[in-house]
């Protein structure tokens, strides 16, 4: 007899665009180790491959990601869960910032805890009506992790940030709006194509996207002075791509650029 079990993670190309999907629905995609290494492992695989331009991650059913399985138990000790979270969520959140492309989040539900973290550390989020964001770690006795410590005062302002991760309430759709947490909500039935949508859009871009990401990325822990250190060795390269060769030609030519990330 053989038992065949799901993939954790469903990995799906549409052209240029890799889609990383959770699935795990019957625990609203909760995080395992297996979960968190096939998530970066997708992104470092994305980073590799020259035909894909874009990232987004996604959930199966009714969930996006409800943060740390907890059935598969928080260990004893502080040493176990700093090496857990060393050995597993640092590697999947660095993966997704280090990656010269642009993540989507396509929220599809909930995101609660590290699973909030996760859509916190993409670049965009598109959220269905129904999803909702919950920093769940109060609820439980625990610190914000995964990142969410780091970007959710940079989206939302310290004063919010320290209002949703001490209280741990639920933030819908169009509160998540309102404070900046989202780039868009659409309906529910919706958020495939418009996630699809915003993807290709990117995917069209030229090189600089990528460069974009780092200069955006790295903005708010830089100075002036670096920040225009680094705006200038980006330029430079981004001068000397095939992409901005193309750029320069099509506008003195009158017609639409066609850009192939080089
Ligand atoms: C789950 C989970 C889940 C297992 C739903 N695990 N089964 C922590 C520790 C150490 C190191 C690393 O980092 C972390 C980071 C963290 O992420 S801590 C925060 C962990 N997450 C949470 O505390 C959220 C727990 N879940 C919930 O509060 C609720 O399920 C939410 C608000 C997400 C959704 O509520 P409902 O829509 O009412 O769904 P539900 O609660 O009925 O859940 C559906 C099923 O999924 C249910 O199973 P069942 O067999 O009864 O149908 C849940 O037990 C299961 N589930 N989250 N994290």
């Known amino acids: 007899m053989s038992i065949t079990t799901a993939p954790v993670v469903l990995t799906t190309r549409e052209a240029a665009v890799l889609i990383l999907t959770l699935n795990r629905p019957e625990v609203l995609n909760g995080l395992t180790d297996e979960v968190l290494d096939a998530v970066a492992e997708g992104c470092r695989a994305a980073a590799a491959d020259d035909d894909v331009r874009v990232v987004v991650i996604t959930g199966a059913g009714r969930g996006f990601c409800s943060g740390q399985d907890l059935r598969a138990g928080l260990d004893d000790g502080v040493a176990d869960v700093s090496s857990h979270l060393r050995d597993h969520y640092v590697p999947m959140i660095r993966a997704i910032r280090e990656l010269e492309k642009p993540v989507i989040a396509s929220v599809n539900g909930v995101a609660a805890g590290a699973g909030m973290s996760l859509a916190l550390a993409c670049d965009f989020r598109i959220a269905a009506e129904s999803a909702s964001f919950i920093q769940a770690f109060v609820r439980i006795g625990l610190v914000p992790d995964a990142g969410s410590s780091y970007?959710?005062?940079r989206l939302v302002g310290t004063a919010k940030a320290l209002e949703l991760t001490m209280l741990g309430e639920t933030v819908d759709s169009a509160e998540a709006l309102r404070i900046g947490l989202v780039n868009k909500v659409v309906a529910d039935d919706e958020l495939a194509h418009a996630t699809a949508e915003f993807a290709s859009r990117l995917a069209r871009g030229p090189r600089s996207v990528g460069l974009i990401k780092q200069l955006i990325s790295?903005?708010?822990?830089?100075?002036?002075d670096s920040q225009l250190e680094r705006e200038e060795r980006a330029q430079a390269e981004a001068a000397s791509s095939a992409d901005c060769a193309?750029?320069?030609a099509a506008f003195m030519g009158k017609r639409p650029a066609q850009f192939t990330g080089n």
């Open 151 to 153: 970007f959710l005062p």
């Open 246 to 248: 193309e750029g320069v």
């Open 218 to 224: 790295k903005s708010l822990d830089n100075d002036l």
